[in-house]
């Protein structure tokens, strides 16, 4: 039992890790060539997810207050250059939608529909599979979104499995115990006089 716990928790870094590099990636890449905005708000809500818990610790608390007013009072001089609003939900997101996001199988989910998003956007940016040309852009996206998926695939089937192993010892134990039960009702049965 003591491996499985080990391996969730191996298979969530791995996913932190793995998403938020693959994550940025993408993020780079978006920035160099179309720009898109949905694909920047899914990477961040992806990002925010799966963001290391070291480093998403130090972002939700002092420094990150002070990085957030700090993008906020240059958003007031310079609003086209730098936007806020995004990195802001790092900083104000309410603890109950963190933990639920971050401590369970329900992030993983949603990072997955969200790469399912990023997919079809950029299907739907490239006007169909009909003009899709491979260029260095093109490669370098692929393989981005390929990583996203592999290590958010990865990550679910670790959980999924163990909390199949967890459920089904649970049944067997509950099985064991009913069985024992009815046994010493029947030895009851079998000892009350006539």
């Known amino acids: 039992m003591d491996g499985e716990i080990g391996s969730s928790s191996g298979a969530l870094a791995t996913f932190q ?113 009909a003009n899709w040309c491979c260029n260095c852009h093109c490669f370098g996206y692929c393989l981005g979104v390929g990583f996203l998926f592999f290590f958010t695939i990865y990550y679910l089937c670790k959980v999924f499995k163990i909390s199949y192993r967890a459920r089904n010892v649970r049944i067997r134990v509950l099985y064991v115990s009913s069985d024992v039960s009815l046994t010493a009702s029947k030895v009851r049965r079998v000892d009350e006089p006539r």
């Open 17 to 129: 890790w793995g998403g938020t590099i693959s994550a940025i990636f993408l993020l780079i890449i978006n920035r160099a060539g179309r720009k898109s905005s949905m694909q920047t708000t899914a990477l961040v809500l992806y990002l925010f997810t799966s963001f290391p818990t070291v480093l998403f610790k130090i972002l939700r608390g002092q420094f990150g207050c002070w990085v957030a007013f700090l993008a906020v009072a240059a958003n007031l001089f310079f609003p086209r250059t730098i936007t806020v609003s995004r990195f802001i939900l790092f900083v104000v997101t309410p603890d109950w939608i963190v933990n639920g996001l971050r401590d369970s199988m329900v992030g993983g989910i949603f990072c997955l529909i969200l790469g399912i998003i990023l997919v079809i956007n950029e299907i739907w940016g490239m006007d169909g599979l």
